[in-house]
């Protein structure tokens, strides 16, 4: 029957079809032909793929187009849906149109279900609205039993086949439908093999199978307690209902919360005829994809085997040939798959994942779908179709996303590698990127080890604190065994590119005998070699090969160009020195949003000079260590400006409590213990005296120490508190500041500075200090015989600030939203507390939607956001509004602040790149 005459008769069916004879029946079930009918229904093309899922709606789509696609029907997602929500039983008239499906493929193929004489086998597949590879099930050849194969094998006079063909509906059959383990099928093939002399499933003869197909029959009944079923009509329903069920399977759960794929899709079930690619030498079955899958170089890239059916190909138990080869063994088959294949880009606009079967010769196409890739080939595929005409570049711009410009910025654990390595730890993937190096377990012997012997190191930490950040900019990576997302470890890690799995809960780490260990058998000592992927949040033993991503990519610039073209956002960067605003400069920041003083302060040789400012009784000697650090602060903020020429540098004055500039309280006490019982044990005078001077110094640290302590110290004395009772740190600052700017103005940079006053809550706070504080910036620059460009403005981090934003933009010239803070302050919540504790528990049962230190949240820390802009600009139009969170590098986040109107965001220089196509996303959402 010609294909033509097929179509005629399942038009014809169609007219009656699906609703049982009744008009105001629920439709149920669309033969591949009915795409019309289905678009009627659905009311775009989105609506269809929502309706049949993406295989569903492009095998219809495909039928249309005159692909040769194998007849065939698709049962909704609105049947599972239904199914599902109603304890596991078919929707009312489903059956019956699956039933009046199968008579239209009967009409169309000339073949009968169950019959002998003229057997139709079908293959039942899921099809979700977005592509789910490998998550659900499958299940081939139904239809076949005993009197079908029998008269099969009388038709094809291919017993090998006919086996072949059954063995597989049993086996899997067994594990999709009945859920029993493929162990004991493949151990059977294994010992058949053995006993017949051959190492290939191929080589197995048509009594082996047929030998086979009865034990597995025997499998089945000893597992699941039941026969296997010989009304094809039986395997059909059960094989439809398993495929219902696996939407709720835990391998497609769990995808679908890494994809971030919605759980109420429900998935469609597609009944195909069955076309073999296993009938013999002339027949061949394959997946290909139209374009290069790991490059998106513009050629075929695939695998096919002859004589086989399609779970050989991706289940890797033969050895596939590449798709060229294809052009050699059939070269009249081979073109025209490419012509399809290039049919088919053309038609969806996108690069495409095909299965197809060769069936004595004659090439079927059993789906398609926009094909998953690699992040390089994304962009460099998105780049080719706007410069071949496929797409313009707003849908190129569009379609590569954000965390996948990730993967440019990060070496990668070779993939190679990782296929033969175990396991060892798992955490959160709070930075990612692959880093390997020896374990060290203090930021000491981390900064030691790679700056004197030049070692690659990982320091391993229960948790990092500030005074471990030389260490952590010294190793390649960051491993802690507490904290959360948003913790020390993972923001400096961050910050700074360094790859990080922090709460490793189970990983047990000993800082005494300097080794750890996940379940006390296995120890990782001091020394030993690590390799972490932050991507994924593993870590493993040893050393592993890594691959480093090029930045300079041409396609990812081109694309990146696009994207700046489209985004109404400003994007700076977070960055402390400057070789952080160097790169941050070239990754595409156009400013910096946030320079974070503290941490100048943490480097090791101004460590003494900062504890002994902070030790000072009297303001003189405070001030005697404010004048040894000013120089160290003025050049750091000269190379800072000279690194931005040209481009505004937002400087944070000291924001952290003093106390953190201290060593521990607990670690001073136990310190001050352990030297008074080795006092005991000492014989001279002179070893005497050193304990006796340690120990002075250590209670001189203890008693200021609790001096200094505060209950909440997050809320206590820091920020412009700080800058208020200890007027001289700050006035150093901006000294340091505006001494660097006149003399960096003075050699011809372009300077521009702007001074952010941290933690305002109250106006008054802000007159007080920026009334100080420009006093000496004037000072300043007529020293220097030179006047620049300058701001001050303040950082909103405390809901008060936002709700009094408009009495703060009377003094303030810049806004700059610090919603780490801010977020804590709105929920009333520790960051680091809540991650390592509820937080985690009210995002595992929805109390919260999502982590609001992910992602801003927009009901609440949004809203204050908003009044915050609202009531700044009422006041002072021109105000400069802009984040500088860990927040500015959140594609999600960084949708609200577009939304918002505000003139920038601010991240860390590795996610400069991501956040100038977030905010291009933000704007094409706009246009939409």
């Given at each position: 029957m010609s294909e033509l005459s097929a179509a005629k008769i399942e038009g014809k069916k169609s007219k009656a079809f699906g609703t049982n004879g009744n008009p105001e029946a629920q439709k149920w079930v669309y033969l591949f032909s009915e795409v019309e009918s289905a678009e009627k229904t659905a009311g775009d093309w989105d609506g269809v793929r929502s309706l049949l899922g993406g295989k569903g709606a492009n095998l219809a789509d495909m039928t249309r187009l005159g692909v040769p696609v194998p007849p065939g029907f698709t049962v909704s997602t609105q049947a599972c849906n239904a199914y599902l929500a109603n304890n596991e039983e078919f929707p009312s008239t489903m059956w019956e149109q699956v039933l009046d499906a199968v008579n239209a493929i009967e009409e169309s193929t000339g073949k009968v279900f169950g019959d002998p004489d003229k057997p139709l086998l079908v293959s039942c597949r899921s099809g979700a609205k977005f592509s789910m590879p490998g998550m659900m099930d499958t299940v081939l050849n139904i239809g076949l039993n005993d009197a079908v194969a029998e008269g099969m094998i009388k038709l094809t006079h291919d017993a090998r086949f006919v086996y072949d063909s059954y063995r597989r509906l049993v086996q899997m059959f067994g594990s999709v439908v009945l859920g029993i383990p493929d162990e004991p099928f493949e151990a059977l093939i294994g010992v058949q093999r053995k006993k017949a002399g051959v190492t290939?499933?191929?080589?197995?003869?048509?009594?082996?199978?047929?030998?086979?197909?009865?034990?597995?029959?025997?499998?089945?009944?000893?597992?699941?307690?039941?026969?296997?079923?010989?009304?094809?009509?039986?395997?059909?329903?059960?094989?439809?209902?398993?495929?219902?069920?696996?939407?709720?399977?835990?391998?497609?759960?769990?995808?679908?919360?890494?994809?971030?794929?919605?759980?109420?899709?429900?998935?469609?079930?597609?009944?195909?005829?069955?076309?073999?690619?296993?009938?013999?030498?002339?027949?061949?079955?394959?997946?290909?994809?139209?374009?290069?899958?790991?490059?998106?170089?513009?050629?075929?890239?695939?695998?096919?085997?002859?004589?086989?059916?399609?779970?050989?190909?991706?289940?890797?138990?033969?050895?596939?040939?590449?798709?060229?080869?294809?052009?050699?063994?059939?070269?009249?088959?081979?073109?025209?798959?490419?012509?399809?294949?290039?049919?088919?880009?053309?038609?969806?606009?996108?690069?495409?994942?095909?299965?197809?079967?060769?069936?004595?010769?004659?090439?079927?196409?059993?789906?398609?779908?926009?094909?998953?890739?690699?992040?390089?080939?994304?962009?460099?595929?998105a780049v080719d179709m706007v410069d071949e005409g496929l797409i313009d570049i707003r849908t190129a711009v569009g379609r590569v996303q954000p965390a996948?410009?990730?993967?440019?910025?990060?070496?990668?654990?070779?993939?190679?590698?990782?296929?033969?390595?175990?396991?060892?730890?798992?955490?959160?993937?709070?930075?990612?990127?692959?880093?390997?190096?020896?374990?060290?377990?203090?930021?000491?012997?981390?900064?030691?080890?790679?700056?004197?012997?030049?070692?690659?190191?990982?320091?391993?930490?229960?948790?990092?604190?500030?005074?471990?950040?030389?260490?952590?900019?010294?190793?390649?990576?960051?491993?802690?065994?507490?904290?959360?997302?948003?913790?020390?470890?993972?923001?400096?890690?961050?910050?700074?590119?360094?790859?990080?799995?922090?709460?490793?809960?189970?990983?047990?780490?000993?800082?005494?005998?300097?080794?750890?260990?996940?379940?006390?058998?296995?120890?990782?000592?001091?020394?030993?070699?690590?390799?972490?992927?932050?991507?994924?949040?593993?870590?493993?033993?040893?050393?592993?090969?890594?691959?480093?991503?090029?930045?300079?990519?041409?396609?990812?610039?081109?694309?990146?160009?696009?994207?700046d073209d489209i985004r109404k956002l400003g994007v700076w960067a977070n960055a402390d020195y400057p070789d952080d605003a160097i790169r941050a400069r070239e990754y595409g920041a156009e400013g910096i949003g946030l320079c974070r003083t503290e941490h100048m302060f943490f480097e090791t040789e101004r460590m003494p000079i900062v504890r002994k400012m902070i030790m000072a009784k009297t303001t003189t000697e405070r001030q005697e260590a404010v004048d040894k650090l000013l120089p160290l602060q003025r050049n750091d903020f000269a190379g800072l400006f000279r690194a931005m020429d040209g481009q505004p540098v937002i400087i944070r004055l000291i924001d952290p409590p003093l106390h953190e500039f201290l060593p521990a309280r607990d670690d001073l006490i136990q310190e001050l213990a352990d030297l008074k019982v080795q006092m005991q044990h000492f014989h001279t005078l002179s070893e005497i005296d050193e304990a006796l001077g340690k120990i002075r110094i250590r209670e001189h640290y203890l008693e200021r120490v609790e001096a200094l302590h505060e209950m909440n110290p997050m809320l206590g004395t820091r920020g412009v508190r700080l800058g208020v009772l200890f007027p001289e740190i700050t006035k150093m600052q901006v000294?340091?500041?505006?001494?660097?700017?006149?003399?960096?103005?003075?050699?011809?940079?372009?300077?521009?500075?702007?001074?952010?006053?941290?933690?305002?809550?109250?106006?008054?706070?802000?007159?007080?200090?920026?009334?100080?504080?420009?006093?000496?910036?004037?000072?300043?620059?007529?020293?220097?015989?030179?006047?620049?460009?300058?701001?001050?403005?303040?950082?909103?981090?405390?809901?008060?600030?936002?709700?009094?934003?408009?009495?703060?933009?009377?003094?303030?010239?810049?806004?700059?939203?610090?919603?780490?803070?801010?977020?804590?302050?709105?929920?009333?919540?520790?960051?680091?507390?809540?991650?390592?504790?509820?937080?985690?528990?009210?995002?595992?049962?929805?109390?919260?939607?999502?982590?609001?230190?992910?992602?801003?949240?927009?009901?609440?820390?949004?809203?204050?956001?908003?009044?915050?802009?609202?009531?700044?600009?009422?006041?002072?139009?021109?105000?400069?509004?802009?984040?500088?969170?860990?927040?500015?590098?959140?594609?999600?986040?960084?949708?609200?602040?577009?939304?918002?109107?505000?003139?920038?965001?601010?991240?860390?220089?590795?996610?400069?790149?991501?956040a100038r196509l977030a905010a291009a996303h933000a704007a094409l959402a706009d246009e939409a």
């Open positions: 290939e499933d191929a080589d197995l003869s048509a009594e082996d199978w047929r030998y086979l197909t009865q034990r597995f029959k025997v499998i089945v009944h000893t597992y699941a307690g039941i026969d296997f079923p010989s009304d094809p009509y039986e395997q059909l329903k059960l094989a439809t209902e398993a495929v219902f069920k696996s939407w709720n399977g835990r391998r497609a759960i769990a995808y679908r919360n890494q994809a971030g794929i919605a759980h109420n899709l429900g998935t469609a079930v597609n009944i195909q005829t069955m076309v073999f690619g296993n009938l013999g030498d002339d027949s061949a079955t394959g997946v290909a994809m139209s374009r290069n899958a790991s490059t998106g170089e513009k050629e075929l890239e695939g695998d096919f085997l002859i004589n086989a059916q399609g779970e050989d190909v991706v289940a890797g138990i033969r050895v596939t040939q590449r798709i060229q080869e294809l052009q050699t063994w059939n070269p009249a088959v081979y073109n025209e798959f490419e012509s399809i294949a290039n049919k088919l880009e053309k038609h969806y606009h996108n690069m495409q994942d095909m299965e197809f079967t060769i069936e004595q010769g004659k090439l079927w196409l059993l789906q398609t779908r926009d094909g998953k890739r690699t992040a390089q080939a994304e962009v460099r595929i996948q410009i990730d993967f440019f910025m990060h070496p990668q654990l070779d993939k190679q590698a990782l296929k033969k390595t175990e396991i060892y730890a798992e955490g959160l993937n709070v930075s990612p990127g692959a880093a390997v190096g020896m374990a060290a377990f203090d930021a000491d012997t981390a900064e030691r080890w790679a700056k004197e012997l030049g070692r690659k190191v990982i320091m391993v930490r229960p948790e990092t604190k500030p005074d471990d950040v030389h260490g952590m900019l010294a190793a390649e990576g960051i491993v802690t065994s507490r904290g959360g997302r948003t913790s020390h470890a993972a923001l400096v890690a961050r910050q700074f590119g360094k790859p990080a799995v922090v709460g490793i809960m189970e990983l047990e780490i000993d800082l005494d005998s300097r080794q750890m260990t996940i379940d006390g058998d296995t120890f990782v000592k001091e020394g030993d070699w690590l390799s972490l992927d932050g991507n994924l949040g593993r870590v493993y033993l040893g050393q592993l090969p890594t691959v480093m991503p090029d930045i300079n990519n041409l396609y990812l610039s081109k694309l990146l160009s696009w994207a000294r340091a500041v505006f001494e660097a700017a006149c003399r960096v103005a003075l050699d011809g940079v372009d300077v521009h500075p702007e001074v952010m006053i941290p933690l305002v809550s109250h106006v008054n706070e802000l007159k007080v200090q920026q009334r100080t504080l420009e006093a000496v910036a004037k000072e300043v620059m007529a020293e220097e015989g030179i006047e620049v460009k300058y701001k001050f403005g303040t950082m909103i981090e405390i809901p008060r600030a936002a709700l009094t934003a408009d009495e703060i933009a009377e003094v303030a010239e810049f806004f700059s939203f610090g919603t780490n803070d801010l977020t804590q302050t709105t929920f009333g919540v520790s960051r680091d507390d809540a991650e390592a504790g509820f937080l985690m528990e009210y995002l595992q049962r929805g109390i919260l939607p999502e982590n609001p230190f992910e992602s801003i949240d927009a009901n609440g820390v949004g809203k204050l956001m908003g009044i915050g802009v609202e009531l700044g600009r009422g006041q002072r139009h021109d105000l400069e509004v802009g984040i500088c969170g860990e927040h500015g590098g959140d594609p999600k986040s960084i949708q609200i602040c577009h939304k918002l109107g505000l003139n920038y965001v601010s991240c860390s220089p590795f996610r400069v790149p991501i």
